[in-house]
């Protein structure tokens, strides 16, 4: 999804649905040009969100007639409303009130029922903490504004703690993440992603390897409410920002203090630009730092108590940073960068800028962690895409969440923006998006959480896989990954500074231990093609499992880049049993044309029970453990057809053995775009060129695209009649503007009267491989087409983008059909 999308709401605070249908209709998306740095910031300090383009120098704000009146007095221009987005926007909010109208019950979200209440949140909390006494606790940490004044209103203010309590005493200091879901309480999507991260944590622990180490090494702390006052009204479809308190914030329209102004750590640091002391303005910031109930528990609860110096003990983060509490300018605060060995994590989660923002956000001055916070920023915003950039990018921001975590004990700390069109984002779009994207990229920083500044520059290791999940002690077993340094954002519109990539320079297995630890004893893994010398890297080895206990066991894998810097490891598990108790399938998979061994797959299934192995790179050889069944067994590899034996008995103690020949997928279209044209259709300004920076072959390219262009590559009609499990391949250089232009791969299943996006890039100056899977709605398909379209907009371009060895290969009856009229005619029909 793109990160140019509607980030402002700025409609009173409705009391009924029929005052709410007026202030809808009253309001309109307006866009305006700004003429400086200066224009904006006396925007921003007026509307809560602004959607700014800073290339164009535009923004886009939701207001009314006076709205739109402060826009101009304001010294903006081009001030006009845009009709189309309006329209949309009045659409979805009349079916929103509609909901509402419908008298759903205030235990239920109207119209949302994929985001839970306050109440239905904290029932999760207790169902999971009263199902998982042993890795969960829900703990409670202060009270509300609304219950500070009237015990029997408001909430406690409570954690979900997911750790694994019973190795916590030996290891007290492990790594934390502390998260903070929907301090802004209109903000439906951050409390339930907050949730849900929870939940995939404590759900998968046992049975999924990532989330069993995350649990055993680490200590999660998620505020999945962090306003639950104004939570509580938000839910009635009202757009509540701030807390309820209505003595420090009296307004009749906009009750409240904004909390994420009310931190202490540069609190009214900007002289009103990047909060506001109006009661009524969406950004007030309250008449001290710290003057909230909420404000005053969130940051004991993360920091513990500081002193005026700045020194804070009693908190989920060690204080390693100096700087004192309440500086009197950004210049003022110490100055001191947190040591690169510094744990841990805190994020604060809003809507609906998609922006992945740290550090600092009332000064253009970086962070003294500033290179470190930027690497894992642009790590994460690989996953959901979102513009990573210091927080002032836009516009000042004072008193805020993260630069007083930061700020006071140095954590690394992040605001991420979630995407979506509205602050209640319609749960087909969260549950599509927003919710995937961005739990990925919360795993991926629970990987980090050891050294999050600088594990984020070494490479992640992705597809941990071992040999066989059930392992006999005494057997060597084999371990296997792939070693990534390339996923970055690289998008540079806001930051002009890219991730670094580099060439892999090491793996290592170890077992039940972080390779880093003392006593890991690590085993040093080989890169598959026999060097280290691509960003990418296939790995393999083998582990001893002598002296191993019966049980479960997890083996971990980290890569290093060629400068020796350690990335982000990850895990696959095994389990060690009694010889007597399983029994083994054995033999060995090759490839049916070349013989050659190859890196497969093998999967054991009857009925629940299922067990996995992998074959030997260098042999093809495989043993698989099961338990006493009749199995169904499945075989696959990249780029073959997969293969099926029925019927495998495995016997207590015995053996069974079978090899298997997998068949190479066949050729359905290849262009390596050295022998013409190939049936394209080239629109300018595509062509073949050769000699292309790093690319010394033909390849198709764009040189010297301009600006508004939609231009496409599309091939002719490509028959798919009987064949399955397809799966494109290409290299490309995505020289673009970053942010901006963008290079798309689309397919079309019906000769291009429609088509469908398969891949996006933008802003990338070196080739990389890519492999992707077709949807299973392409197979046997007659009239496909392939298309690469490149689209710029009004201004700047690059060298473009160049694309070479495109291939389309397939599988099913059609392959199959291939395979077989080969093997007689070579005479094995004997």
């Not at 700087?323 to 809003?350: E, K, L, Q, R, Y």
């Not at 259709?681 to 695209?705: D, E, K, L, M, R």
Request: hydrophobic residues 40%; proline residues 5%.
């Amino acid at each position: 999804m793109s990160h140019k999308r509607l980030l402002a709401v700025a409609l009173s605070v409705a009391t009924s649905a029929a005052m709410a249908q007026d202030a809808v209709d009253a309001a309109w998306i307006i866009q305006a040009h700004y003429p400086d740095a200066a224009a904006l910031a006396r925007v921003a300090a007026q509307f809560d969100h602004l959607q700014v383009d800073r290339k164009q120098r535009t923004v886009r704000v939701l207001a009314d007639a006076a709205g739109e009146a402060a826009l101009r007095a304001a010294g903006l221009d081009a001030v006009q409303v845009d009709l189309a987005a309006t329209a949309r926007l009045h659409g979805f909010e009349r079916t929103r009130l509609a909901a509402v109208r419908s008298g759903m019950g205030a235990k239920s979200i109207p119209g949302f029922a994929c985001y839970r209440t306050v109440e239905e949140t904290y029932t999760t909390m207790d169902q999971l903490a009263a199902a998982h006494t042993d890795i969960v606790a829900a703990d409670s940490f202060g009270k509300s504004w609304k219950k500070t004044q009237n015990p029997s209103q408001g909430y406690d203010l409570r954690a979900l703690r997911i750790t694994n309590f019973a190795t916590l005493a030996s290891d007290p200091d492990r790594p934390a993440m502390v998260v903070f879901g929907s301090i802004h309480a209109r903000e439906y999507g951050p409390a339930e992603l907050t949730t849900r991260f929870g939940e995939w944590l404590v759900n998968n622990y046992g049975s999924d390897p990532e989330a069993t180490w995350l649990v055993d090494h680490n200590d999660f702390r998620l505020v999945l409410e962090a306003n639950p006052d104004g939570r509580k009204v938000a839910e009635q479809q009202v757009y509540q920002r701030k807390n309820m308190d209505t003595v420090f914030g009296s307004c009749s329209s906009s009750p409240g203090i904004d909390l994420n102004r009310n931190f202490p750590f540069h609190w009214n640091i900007t002289g009103g630009q990047g909060s506001s002391g109006n009661t009524c303005n969406e950004t007030y910031r309250g008449p001290t730092p710290m003057s909230e109930p909420e404000t005053q528990h969130l940051v004991h609860y993360v920091v513990g108590d500081c002193t005026a110096a700045g020194v804070c003990t009693g908190g989920v983060f060690a204080d390693r940073r100096s700087g004192p509490m309440s500086p009197p300018s950004v210049g003022g605060d110490g100055g001191a960068a947190a040591p690169d060995d510094t744990t841990g994590v805190f994020f604060d989660i809003h809507s609906n800028a998609s922006l992945v923002l740290w550090p600092w956000g009332d000064t253009t001055n970086g962070a003294p962690n500033q290179a470190g916070l930027r690497t894992l920023g642009r790590r994460m915003a690989f996953f959901n895409d979102y513009t990573p950039e210091q927080s002032d990018s836009l516009y000042p921001t004072d008193g805020t969440t993260d630069d007083t975590m930061y700020g006071l004990v140095g954590v690394p700390a992040y605001t991420i923006e979630l995407d979506g069109v509205d602050f209640f984002q319609p749960c087909a779009d969260f549950e599509s998006f927003t919710l995937p994207a961005n739990l990925a990229a919360l795993r991926y920083t629970a990987r980090s959480l050891h050294a999050p500044y600088r594990l984020p520059a070494g490479p992640d290791a992705l597809e941990v896989a071992v040999g066989s999940d059930l392992v006999v002690a005494g057997d060597s077993l084999s371990v296997s990954a792939r070693i990534d340094d390339t996923r970055f954002n690289q998008s540079t519109a806001d930051d002009p500074v890219p991730g670094t990539i580099r060439n892999i320079g090491s793996a290592r297995a170890s077992v039940d231990a972080l390779p880093w630890r003392s006593g890991a004893n690590p085993v040093t893994l080989a890169a598959s093609d026999g060097s280290f010398d691509a960003p990418v890297e296939a790995v393999v080895g083998t582990i001893a499992t002598a002296g191993l206990a019966p049980g479960r066991h997890l083996a971990f894998v980290q890569g290093s880049d060629a400068l020796g810097t350690g990335g982000t490891p990850n895990a696959a598990q095994f389990d060690i049993v009694a010889a007597a108790s399983v029994g083994t399938l054995q033999g060995q998979v090759r490839d049916g044309a070349t013989l050659a061994p190859l890196v497969a797959q093998i999967t054991l299934t009857a009925g629940a029970q299922s067990h996995q192995g992998v074959s030997g790179g260098g042999s093809g050889n495989y043993q698989v453990h099961g338990y006493p069944a009749t199995y169904q067994v499945h075989v696959t590899a990249p780029g073959h057809m997969p293969e099926d034996l029925a019927g495998v008995v495995l016997s207590a103690g015995a053996s069974a053995s079978h090899d298997f020949m997998l068949y190479p997928n066949c050729s359905v279209f290849d262009d390596d775009v050295e022998h013409g044209n190939a049936g394209w259709t080239a629109a300018s300004p595509w062509v073949i060129q050769s000699n292309i920076g790093g690319n010394t072959s033909h390849v198709w390219n764009t040189p010297n695209y301009g600006n508004n262009l939609n231009s496409s590559l599309t091939s002719a009609s490509i028959n798919l009649t009987g064949y399955a499990d397809l799966v494109l391949t290409f290299d490309d250089r995505c020289d673009t503007e970053a942010g901006y232009d963008f290079g798309n791969v689309e397919y079309s299943s019906n000769g291009g009267s429609s088509w469908t996006s398969l891949y996006t890039c933008s802003g990338r100056d070196q080739w990389q491989s890519h492999r992707l899977q077709l949807p299973a709605g392409v197979n046997g398909v007659a009239g496909f087409k392939l298309r690469m379209r490149l689209q710029s907009d009004v201004s700047v371009t690059r060298t473009g983008w160049a694309i070479d060895n495109i291939h389309l290969e397939g599988g099913g009856p059609a392959c199959r059909a291939v395979w077989d009229d080969h093997i007689f005619v070579d005479g094995f029909e004997d």
